[in-house]
Each structure stands twice: as C-alpha cells, then as structure tokens.
C-alpha cells in the first residue's frame, strides 16, 4: 500500500491527459460532438407504472358476471373499434404503451361504484386489455379482471349463447 | 495469515501469476467497452442521458472524455505501464458506474447500461447483477491498487534495465 498518494496523482494526471486528448480528437472529427448539448436529449425510457394483479376471466364467464352484481365493463381499444363493436354500457379508456391512465379516468372508475371491473382489449399478445387492467389496479382500482381473447372472444361468446 | 503450506496471503494477494491475468482482464474489459463509445460519440451521449443523473450541459462533456479515460487505463492496465495509477482509474470509474445503475435501478428505469454498445433495454437491460458485476470489477482494480508490486509489464522490465544499468 506504499506511494499510494504518489499512485493516485499519477491517475489525476492520465485522466487530464486523456481528456485533453478526448477534446481535441472531438474537436477535429467531422462528427464530433458540441461540447453542450444545444437540447434536451429526446429519451424513450417507458416510465414503470404500478402493476397490480389482475383476475383472469374467459368470456362466457365475463358475459355471465355482467349478469351479477354492479359491473363496470372496460374497453381497452381504440375509439374506432369500441365504435364498431362494444357492449351495452361499457367504457372506452384507450390502452396506450407510453401515455398512463388520466387520473381524471381513475377518478371515475373509482367513483362509478361498480362491484368489479372487467377489462378487454385486443386479445393480442401482450394483450391491452391484460395490461390495463394491471394498470388500474395498480393505481389503486379493486376487483379487477380481464378477458382472456379480449373483444373477439367477448364478441364469440355473446353470439354462442 | 498462514495456511498449512507455509504460504501467506500477502503472497497470494502479491503474486504476478494472479495479478497480471487480472490486469490484462480489467484491461481487456475496458478496452471493449470504450471503442463504441469512442466511434459513437453521439449514442453514448444518449445512453449518459437516460440515466438522468447528469445536468444537460455535462452529458456531452462526460460522452467525450470518458471513452478516452477508458481507454488509457485499458491500455495501461494492458501494457503494465503505471498499472496501480490505471487501476485507480477503473476503480472510480467502477464506483461511479456503480452509483449511476443503482440511481437507475431505484427510478425504475428499464434501460440498457450502455456499458458495452448502445442496446436497447429489451436486449440488455441492468439490473442487480450488473451492480454485482461492476462489484466484482471493483474489487479487481482494487486489488491491483493495493496489491500489483511490480508484476510483469513496462514497468517490470523497465526497472529490470535500470537494475542491470547499476549492477
């Protein structure tokens, strides 16, 4: 462990070093970078949303439950296909990858009253219904289940009974 | 300490056969890790920038110099030229490696380190055992602050050549 202050002002020396010559090679380069950035960096870093655990459901049992008790029925589509095709008194919230749930949106699941929340999407894998639905209860929404083939299978089952 | 062979841990801990491995591996580590940050000033420059720790006007100044201190403690630690001062280097580097994906895993934050080429957090993204990782190489380099006494390298046979000159 001798000389270790003499060791760590030789390290000062080759980082200054180095970082003159970092400086200048950026600085003769074609592609050399500004030394300050001119604006913010644009990042893609998906914000981690609270995941909570979500009930599954096929859809004959969803149809069934909407039967039972005060059921708030979710459609995690797009507002085009909610439009073609939803069941009687469900809700659109669009499931969106990047964007989270308003807290206008949470405020009225929460303040609907329903027993049970039951969530569809796309059916797809990952599937957005699957997704939003861990979405909302992570944000603090009990009861909450989603369909398993999401508006497909909803829309099988309803034409089989 | 001595163990039943008579062999002392300093001896171990001291020993050219296990130091030199070692520093050519830290060596060789950071010589990977630095060439596409010294190609891709640019993509680096966003990999330092997700990790929002750094103000805007010291991202651009970190992508560009950091390569370079990278790369003179690879080559130092490779060539054994002042190895204890590169190890020196790579151990602040480590630790602040360290303290950049800890910050980063505490936010929550699904990215890739950027340690080796600028992936995508699906491809390569940190968590725990990349802290364990760095860990790891941490306690090489310090090993080799505390410990290198001269193991093979410039130095070694530099001080050879010297010896010889007075002998």
Not at chain 2, 89 to 108: C, E, H, P, Q, R
Request: with cysteine.
């Amino acid at each position: 462990m001798k000389g270790i202050a003499r060791v760590i002002v030789e390290a000062g020396l080759v980082a200054v070093l180095a970082s003159v010559v970092a400086l200048v090679f950026n600085a003769v380069r074609p592609e050399g970078l500004s030394l300050v950035a001119d604006r913010p960096y644009e990042l893609f870093v998906p914000c981690p949303e609270p995941l909570g655990k979500v009930d599954e459901l096929s859809a004959a049992d969803a149809w069934r439950a909407m039967g039972r008790g005060k059921i708030l029925l979710i459609d995690a589509g797009s507002e085009t296909d909610f439009k073609g095709w939803h069941p009687e008194g469900a809700w659109n919230i669009p499931f969106d990858y990047i964007l989270p749930v308003t807290d206008g949106d949470i405020r009225k699941i929460a303040s609907s009253g329903a027993s049970r929340v039951i969530v569809y999407g796309d059916g797809s894998e990952p599937d957005s219904g699957r997704e939003l639905a861990r979405e909302l209860s992570g944000r603090g929404i009990n009861n909450v289940s989603f369909v398993v083939g999401g508006a497909q299978a909803l829309k099988a089952a309803r034409e089989a009974r | 300490m001595n163990t039943a062979k008579g062999i002392r841990l300093n001896d171990v801990l001291t020993s050219s056969w296990l130091l030199v491995p070692m520093r050519l591996y830290i060596g060789v580590v950071f010589l990977v890790a630095c060439v596409h940050k010294i190609v891709n000033p640019a993509m680096f420059a966003v990999d330092v920038a997700t990790y929002q720790i750094l103000p805007l006007y010291l991202i651009n100044l970190m992508a560009i110099v950091l390569p370079w201190i990278e790369l003179a403690a690879a080559s130092m630690l490779i060539l054994g030229f002042r190895a204890r001062a590169a190890a020196v280097l790579t151990s602040g580097m480590m630790l602040v490696f360290i303290v950049a994906i800890s910050v980063a895993l505490s936010k929550g934050l699904q990215m890739s380190c950027g340690c080796f080429a600028s992936q995508g957090a699906a491809e390569d993204p940190i968590s725990v055992a990349t802290v364990f990782r760095d860990l790891g190489w941490l306690a090489i380099s310090l090993w080799i602050v505390f410990f290198d006494r001269k193991s093979f390298g410039l130095d070694y046979l530099h001080a050879r050549f010297v010896q010889r000159r007075h002998v």
